[in-house]
């Protein structure tokens, strides 16, 4: 069982939806990721959340809007997405930073078609 | 800048016999080192990290690693697979960013355990 809950795990939309992806931890983590996952490719980070604030947006297209309500939760909020955006999108969290190598852990992932 | 490099894409392994998963970085700073693994749709698992101390690190399932500094490497090693280990296995290395420990991954090996 994975400690980091990812909600839809499967998401078919077209593109000019309007969707939302949602992430929810409670171990007391103060860093929250987005990463996106092709097929047969390693995760590439989205953007990180630290202690609330948006802290790197890895230079994602607006169409990707990211926001943590509480420390808690991640959401990724998805509008007019295009078909090359489908992909596994995976949530994870950390302790924090200060350079001490926390590790990262993730979700089983949304699992995202877009038509 | 940090990288990670996974020489071999795929490994296949009879079912009973050792294995070993390459990796090798480079990192301007000092490095925290991961092990990953990712089934068939799942998110990524840890395996096992490198933050300092012994070289020799054991993980779960039965894997460990070894980081050498001299030759920029952290391999992967299990003395006897399974059929349960066959998998995606992602190396990684952390680095501060944006207040948080942000991953880099390598491109993966598959591992395919043959009966």
């Known amino acids: 069982d994975t400690e980091v809950t990812q909600t839809p795990k499967h998401l078919v939309m077209g593109m000019t939806n309007k969707k939302s992806l949602k992430c929810e931890q409670h171990?007391?983590?103060?860093?929250m990721y987005w990463y996106k996952q092709k097929a047969k490719k390693p995760p590439e980070l989205m953007f990180v959340?630290?202690?609330?604030?948006?802290?790197i947006n890895e230079s994602v297209p607006s169409r990707f809007s990211p926001e943590c309500p509480n420390s808690s939760l991640l959401n990724l909020h998805l509008h007019a997405l295009q078909p090359e955006d489908s992909a596994l999108y995976l949530c994870?969290?950390?302790?924090?930073?200060?350079?001490?190598?926390?590790?990262?852990?993730f979700g089983n992932g949304t699992r995202l078609t877009v038509t | 800048a940090q990288s990670v490099t996974q020489l071999d894409s795929q490994v296949p392994v009879f079912e009973e016999a050792p294995v070993e998963l390459r990796c090798n970085y480079s990192?301007?700073?000092?490095?925290?080192l991961f092990w990953y693994v990712q089934y068939p749709n799942q998110g990524l698992q840890l395996l096992l990290k490198y933050l300092s101390g012994s070289t020799l690190v054991k993980g779960i399932n039965g894997f460990e690693a070894e980081f050498n500094k001299s030759q920029t490497s952290f391999h992967l090693r299990k003395p006897s697979v399974h059929i349960s280990d066959t998998a995606e296995y992602f190396c990684?290395?952390?680095?501060?960013?944006?207040?948080?420990?942000?991953?880099?991954f390598g491109k993966g090996t598959h591992l395919i355990i043959q009966p």
């Open positions: 990684a290395v952390s680095a501060l960013r944006g207040g948080a420990d942000g991953l880099t």
């Open positions: 171990m007391g983590h103060r860093a």
């Open positions: 990192s301007s700073v000092s490095v925290y």
């Open positions: 959340y630290s202690y609330e604030k948006l802290s």
């Open positions: 994870a969290s950390s302790q924090g930073g200060q350079g001490k190598g926390s590790p990262l852990h």
